[in-house]
């Protein structure tokens, strides 16, 4: 059976409020109820004490009469009896008869008060009632007995029940409305996060519900928001991984499609004996570009794959930078004199860099190929140096550069800076910096851009010493 969580909450609530009002209420009315017998009890004691001391000090009958006056006025009657048990005064039979049990006239012979807070068994009402000793030279001479009707006591107590009964219904009441109100609301703030979590569900990630850190709703609406914005980057991620892929798929079966037609060309001619003896060798030079062309795609995408998944092994190991730089500049000489673009290298004579030889090389050819795409008739620059703990490598170009939102997505996979530049022969696949920020990483360093737009572009690596 489904309860709504509501009346799971309110009913709740009820049930404390009511169990806590009953306690309540049992403990008020017992309390004043021993409040009432107590102050009753003390009353008549302290009239017994004056009775007594008038006693002593022979004040008479007629001091007798006028306490007899006084009680009768506040519906307490007392009577005095000897040592016997037998009542003296007052001589009328209107006096209540005073039967102790053994016990009680034991606890008088040795002094003791006689309390009792309340009776029927002796008396035709209830009554509460005290009996005082009056010891002389060390026996029981007597005493005086104070009896008062609990009829007023009783009374005085119903209304105070009565009141606390009226006290307890109001606070129900307004209990049961505040109870209504509050579940109502935490309801409605639960409610507010279910409706979201289904448009989340539904893939509607742009929504956000009101959040505080008063109590834990609050603060779990909040966590839903960072959730939600979580997932709509997220989404927004997984879309433009997905528009580049779609574009790199597009780009692929483009350079795909020109060199195999190219190749299937040649070749078809050289069958044919289409191609003349002297165009042969021009021919199976563009047969191998393009070979070697789709050769390189296809690396590519292995490489980073094995990257992602760690199939990569790295085995490190002190190389010094400066020669690392000359075998950079003669791989890439002859590209860079073809875009007009002069490659300067320098480097602290005793740098050293701790890394993958092969996998070191790979990186900056990559950056600097990289470099000198973007960059027409200007200097690209490879410089080195020792940080603290750490071994510094700077490639800097003066080409065009990038805005911020390129600089953001440069490491993406598939992404290209210039995405109308699809023709060079090198990155041309979107590739090669994400396959660079991943060796890095693989080498615990780190990697920064630094770039204006028309001013040029610095890479920053920093590889640690161990």
């Not at 600097?368 to 170009?397: A, H, M, P, W």
Request: hydrophobic fraction near 40%; aromatic fraction near 8%; charge should be negative.
């Amino acid at each position: 059976m489904r309860i709504k969580y509501l009346y799971q909450l309110f009913l709740s609530h009820i049930s404390i409020l009511i169990i806590a009002f009953m306690i309540l209420s049992l403990v008020v009315a017992q309390y004043a109820e021993s409040f009432v017998y107590e102050n009753k009890v003390e009353e008549l004691e302290q009239y017994g004490d004056r009775i007594l001391a008038d006693v002593k000090n022979n004040r008479g009958e007629r001091a007798l009469r006028e306490y007899d006056h006084v009680l009768s006025a506040r519906g307490i009657r007392f009577s005095l009896f000897d040592d016997k048990g037998m009542i003296f005064y007052p001589y009328s039979g209107n006096a209540p008869r005073f039967q102790p049990t053994d016990e009680e006239w034991e606890n008088l012979k040795s002094g003791q008060r006689i309390v009792v807070k309340h009776e029927i068994k002796r008396f035709d009402q209830e009554v509460s009632l005290v009996a005082l000793p009056y010891i002389e030279n060390g026996s029981l001479s007597g005493g005086i007995l104070l009896v008062s009707p609990i009829k007023g006591s009783r009374e005085t107590i119903s209304e105070i029940n009565r009141y606390l009964l009226y006290t307890i219904l109001i606070s129900l009441s307004v209990s049961l409305l505040l109870s209504w109100i509050l579940s109502s609301l935490h309801v409605k703030r639960i409610q507010r996060i279910r409706n979201a979590t289904s448009m989340i569900a539904e893939g509607k990630y742009d929504i956000s519900v009101p959040s505080s850190t008063i109590d834990e709703i609050g603060e779990l609406a909040n966590d839903f928001n960072i959730m939600a914005g979580q997932l709509k980057k997220s989404n927004e991620e997984i879309e433009s991984l997905e528009n580049r892929r779609r574009k790199f798929m597009a780009d692929v079966s483009h350079e795909l499609r020109t060199p195999l037609t190219t190749i299937s060309g040649v070749i078809e001619g050289l069958k044919n004996n289409m191609i003349q003896e002297e165009e042969k060798e021009r021919g199976l030079q563009l047969v191998s570009q393009e070979a070697k062309r789709l050769i390189r795609l296809v690396n590519e995408n292995l490489d980073y794959e094995k990257i992602r998944s760690n199939q990569v092994k790295l085995f490190k190991e002190k190389i010094q930078l400066i020669e690392v730089f000359e075998i950079i500049k003669e791989h890439l000489e002859l590209q860079a004199e073809d875009k007009n673009v002069r490659l300067d290298i320098a480097s602290d004579a005793d740098a050293e860099v701790y890394a993958d030889y092969d996998r070191l090389i790979q990186i900056l050819i990559n950056i600097t190929k990289n470099s000198i795409q973007f960059t027409e008739s200007g200097t690209v620059c490879l410089r080195g140096k020792r940080g603290y703990k750490e071994t510094i490598i700077t490639i800097e170009d003066t080409g065009i550069g990038m805005d911020p939102e390129e600089v953001k997505a440069i490491w993406q996979r598939f992404y290209k800076a210039d995405m109308s530049r699809t023709g060079h022969q090198f990155g041309e696949f979107g590739l090669g910096l994400s396959i660079v920020k991943q060796l890095v990483l693989m080498h615990n360093g780190e990697i920064d851009i630094v770039s204006k737009k028309n001013q040029g572009t610095t890479f920053i690596l920093k590889f640690p010493e161990k």
